[in-house]
């Protein structure tokens, strides 16, 4: 059990420029988050997967941000154009199948637009 | 609509005096309750779960209850240590809401030797 892994840790971008971050969630977890915390706040929920399946989207998503998981196994969330407001922490989690269980998270991609 | 709070926004105490975080939630519809630890720059570590059914869950110097009907739960953290500090996060699992956490913001705790 290695965790879960995000690359890369820290990106700085222009704004204007599409990015894109990876997570790598615990083996064999079949559920994936990706929340967005900006400084002083909590994470909030962006959109989460069952295995490949995109199965919820936080109204958060604007049609800029899309978020895949092609093999139900890693995950890749893209933002194009990239504004100012977009300067946040991006937060990958991972869970086992099952209502009660825990969500274990990464350290984040932290996203900064000059 | 979910709504978690958590207050105080910040806390400092001596070292070796019991930690007590407040969490509160408006809806009391929830599958569980997860506590975070996050450090400055990193991600959440998960501290304990509460399951709805259950009302403490205890694990080291950390025990943390859950009152459902009230929609509170408190962290106690006993014999604080200037490894403590962090900022605490409260995350509930809402039976309206699916799959995702609703945090509150957190309480950053500052524990001075």
């Known amino acids: 059990d290695t965790g879960v892994s995000q690359d890369p840790r820290h990106k700085i971008t222009k704004r204007g420029q599409n990015v894109t971050f990876r997570c790598d969630p615990i083996?064999?977890?079949?559920?994936l988050y990706w929340y967005r915390q900006t400084l002083g706040q909590g994470p909030e929920f962006l959109t989460y997967?069952?295995?490949?399946?995109?199965?919820?989207k936080s109204r958060l998503l604007s049609d800029r941000f899309s978020a895949e998981r092609p093999k139900g196994s890693f995950s890749t969330l893209e933002i194009q154009r990239t504004e100012q407001g977009d300067s946040a922490m991006y937060l990958c989690?991972?869970?086992?199948?099952?209502?009660?269980?825990?969500?274990?998270f990464g350290d984040g991609t932290r996203l900064s637009i000059l | 609509k979910q709504e978690v709070t958590q207050i105080p926004a910040a806390l400092s105490v001596p070292e070796g005096e019991n930690l007590v975080l407040n969490c509160s939630f408006t809806?009391?519809?929830?599958?569980?309750l997860q506590w975070f630890r996050q450090d400055p720059g990193k991600g959440l570590t998960s501290l304990l779960l509460?399951?709805?059914?259950?009302r403490e869950q205890t694990s080291g110097r950390l025990n943390a209850s859950l009152d459902k009907s009230s929609g509170r739960s408190t962290l106690y953290i006993a014999a604080s240590q200037p490894g403590d500090s962090a900022t605490y996060l409260c995350?509930?699992?809402?039976?309206?809401?699916?799959?995702?956490?609703?945090f509150g913001g957190g309480t950053r705790v500052l524990v001075k030797p």
């Open positions: 989690a991972s869970s086992p199948d099952g209502g009660n269980q825990p969500q274990h």
């Open positions: 083996s064999e977890h079949n559920r």
């Open positions: 997967f069952q295995n490949e399946a995109q199965l919820e």
């Open positions: 809806d009391s519809a929830i599958y569980n």
């Open positions: 509460i399951q709805s059914s259950q």
């Open positions: 995350a509930v699992r809402t039976a309206a809401a699916g799959n995702k956490l609703t």
